[in-house]
């Protein structure tokens, strides 16, 4: 299974003077949990990590530190998640069939995710790892006042790896452009075209690292692995 791993933010939310995946994590740079889960999954055979070309030097050395055996590739990273993901599909090798896109920032995913979703691909054109939402959640307006309660139970968390056919998420893509639409995660882009998304059982400790607070968080969950 080819893997995609979008790593070109700049992690304005965590408010740190660098990409957010180049922070320490338990003696080691965030996306080095993510590289060490997805070289563990035996399901993935290559790696595109999309990344800013200024962070390259950086990822070349953890990649040579970890001394990961699978082919990894770097691949110019655009201005959004969505453009990075455009960039990643435009470098995958033409064997390519199904693929595999995973946050580098999701660095608590495990080898067993990566695997359930590599053989659920298989069998279907689009998934995403998600996990029913625990929260009630309400729909607010500009102004702070609730207009609705959705239903709980049809409500999932979005989670990464997501996995798709590669040819129907390039014409996803390019569809996207076309229309000028701006979306969150690969998903949203075959939800617009009409194509079918399957859930795959997520994990609750997949976090996005996205503040300090998520990293305090990860710091614990890894302490508990090691
Ligand atoms: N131009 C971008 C923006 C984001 N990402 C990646 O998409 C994933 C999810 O994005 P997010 O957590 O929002 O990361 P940042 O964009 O770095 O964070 P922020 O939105 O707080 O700036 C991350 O692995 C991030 O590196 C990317 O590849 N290219
Ligand atoms: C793809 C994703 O991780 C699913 O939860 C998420 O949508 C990324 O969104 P972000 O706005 O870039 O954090």
Redesign the pocket.
Known sequence: MHLLIPAA?SGKRMGADRNKLLLQVRSKPLIAWTLLAAEAASSISWIGIVSQPQDWDKFKSIIAELKLKKTIELISGGST?QESVYNGLQALPSNAGQVLIH?GA?CLATPDLFNACSEAILNCSGLIAAVPVKDTIKVVDDNGIIKSTPERKQLW????P?GFDVKLLKQCHAEGVRQGWEV??DAALFEKCGIEVRIVSGEETNL?I?TPQDLAIAEFILSYRE
């Open positions: 933010g998640r946050d999701r968390a979005a989670q990464t997501q969150t995660d996005k996205t």
